[in-house]
């Protein structure tokens, strides 16, 4: 049985997924988190679904020999592609994030909503469920977002090229008469003010990554695994790729110095073979 002060280990395929992790430190400060970046196969939207739900079974996997008492898939494109079966494979909760389609129909006035989010993601079943479960009366218009999870890993958030992607991708979801925009990957929320920018002030942008903390919470105390409140909690940052390009954008992401260390990828996917 796992233990309460195990940790919560999160994964995105790069550093996007920091800013769920960011959310969950600000929900939980006593809980200790793990975070793998799978760097040297990022971006997951470029890839077939069949790489991407290998890495993530096996990073799953990988988490589970660590001890981690619950698995945080805080990327869009893995829980579309990947989650049911990772959650069929394992007795380790899973909780993962999603485009949050159903606040977004809730709150629109146009009736017209946009997604940004890779294509992996917009054309997963998982996707469609939840447009056919919550986007009833609501027009939702799929935005993929080439190259912009590319320029985030790179810590490249405000540069001209980064604003011209953005500025290309989000115009034409306002000039359709969007007035709420979800960001369907986690990398976005890194440029939101980017992408306010782009849509203008009068466009609400819906980032589910406050939710998933929440939802992280209530899972933790719902199976009794809640840290003491009197204890600090600490990160641990782990990458696939090298550490010496990660650990700098983690830095700046992360807001303060992090350690970043080497995940080996043939030990991450040695670990699928243990099951």
């Not at 819906?206 to 998933?212: G, K």
């Not at 990160?235 to 954008?249: A, D, W």
Request: aromatic residues 4%; hydrophobic residues 45%; charged residues 20%.
């Amino acid at each position: 049985m796992p233990e309460t002060t195990d940790p919560v280990g999160v994964f995105d395929s790069g550093v996007g997924g920091l800013s769920v992790l960011r959310e969950i430190r600000r929900e939980l400060p006593a809980e200790d988190l793990l975070y793998v970046a799978d760097s040297a196969f990022a971006p997951y939207g470029d890839k077939p679904p069949g790489v991407i739900q290998s890495r993530a079974a096996a990073i799953v996997r990988w988490l589970e020999r660590q001890g981690v008492k619950l698995i945080v898939v805080a990327c869009n494109t893995a829980t579309g592609v990947a989650v049911d079966a990772l959650r069929a494979g394992t007795t380790t909760p899973i909780v993962a994030i999603e485009p949050a389609v159903k606040p977004a129909a809730l709150q629109t006035s146009s009736g017209i909503i946009g997604v940004l989010a890779t294509a992996p993601t917009l054309a997963s079943s998982r996707f469609e469920r939840l447009v056919s479960s919550y986007g009833v009366g609501v027009e939702v218009l799929e935005q993929t977002c080439p190259g912009l999870a590319e320029q985030i890993d790179k810590g490249e958030l405000a540069t001209p090229f980064t604003r011209s992607l953005v500025e290309r991708y989000v115009r034409p979801l306002v000039e359709r008469g969007a007035d709420t925009l979800l960001l369907g990957c986690t990398h976005y929320s890194f440029v939101a003010g980017v992408i306010q920018a782009a849509a203008g002030p009068a466009v609400r942008l819906i980032d589910p990554a406050v939710a998933v903390a929440r939802e992280v919470h209530r899972r933790l105390g719902s199976l009794q695994l809640l840290a003491p409140a009197d204890r600090s909690g600490t990160e641990r940052f782990l990458t696939t790729g090298t550490p010496e390009q990660v650990q700098p954008v983690m830095a700046r992401l992360w807001t303060r110095r992090v350690a970043v260390e080497r995940l080996a990828p043939e030990s991450v996917a040695a670990a699928t073979l243990l099951r």
